[in-house]
């Protein structure tokens, strides 16, 4: 079965550093990968995905996640945290059609991410 | 161009109640998904709609049961509801025939509190 494990529950960091949170998922076939963000009281919104190609996503609000398929990790970054960017974090594999390409998502745990001013 | 909408915001239920959950889906989209988020969880997929079946369902018992309207709406019924039954209720929705470009797009969910 998929699995994705995000191994930092809580990240700290000052605004103005560079980010990586990690995630690592257990999939048989190539995986479709996400990562979605989540502020308090709110859903959950699209940073980025991948299906296929270039193995360096880019996506919203300056980050970009690298897909390595020979560590099963799909790592988001960012160069330079806001304060606006503290939130809680998931990655998500796609664990299962229901016909034509639509699909359910398994996600990980997530990493809560705390910026200090 | 409306988002996912999902109703009511906040709800508190009493254990062996049952609770009815709504959502509508972002315009042009014909899937719902939905999923629950226990509190320092990821969210887990309950089950899907589309044509109004269920298509696809995630581990959770028989007092989980849903319907998809003709408009594409969807409700969550959760049926003798249990103290872990507490959570964030979110809808995603999408377009059957193009996941992959058009992906799930969430609602801000619906906070249930059984006591």
């Known amino acids: 079965a998929q699995s994705v494990t995000q191994p930092d529950i809580h990240i700290t960091v000052s605004e103005g550093a560079s980010l990586e949170l990690r995630c690592n998922y257990s999939?048989?076939?190539?995986?479709?990968l996400f990562w979605y963000v989540q502020s308090p009281g709110q859903g959950l919104q699209l940073l980025l995905k991948?299906?296929?190609?270039?193995?360096l996503v880019q996506g919203i609000k300056g980050f970009e996640a690298e897909f390595k398929r020979s560590q099963s990790s799909f790592n988001l970054r960012k160069p330079s945290v806001h304060w606006s960017d503290a939130a809680e974090y998931f990655c998500?594999?796609?664990?299962?059609?229901?016909?034509?390409?639509?699909?359910?998502?398994?996600f990980g745990k997530g990493t809560l991410l705390t910026v200090n001013p | 161009d409306a988002g996912v909408t999902q109703s009511p915001t906040h709800l508190i239920k009493t254990r062996g109640q049952q609770v009815t959950l709504r959502c509508s889906p972002k315009?042009?989209?014909?899937?719902v998904s939905w999923y629950q988020q226990a509190l320092g969880q990821g969210p887990q997929f309950i089950f899907q709609?589309?044509?109004?079946?269920?298509?696809q369902r995630g581990n959770f018992p028989d007092r989980f049961s849903g319907h998809q309207f003709p408009n594409y709406s969807s409700e969550l019924n959760v049926n003798a509801l249990l103290l872990g039954d507490s959570a964030l209720y979110l809808c995603?929705?999408?377009?059957?025939?193009?996941?992959?470009?058009?992906?799930?797009?969430f609602g801000n969910g619906t906070r249930l509190t059984v006591t």
């Open positions: 709609y589309y044509e109004e079946e269920e298509r």
């Open positions: 315009s042009g989209h014909d899937t």
């Open positions: 998500a594999v796609v664990g299962g059609y229901s016909g034509g390409s639509n699909y359910k998502l398994t």
């Open positions: 999939y048989g076939a190539t995986p479709y």
């Open positions: 991948y299906f296929s190609g270039d193995t």
């Open positions: 995603a929705s999408s377009f059957f025939r193009d996941s992959h470009n058009s992906p799930l797009h």
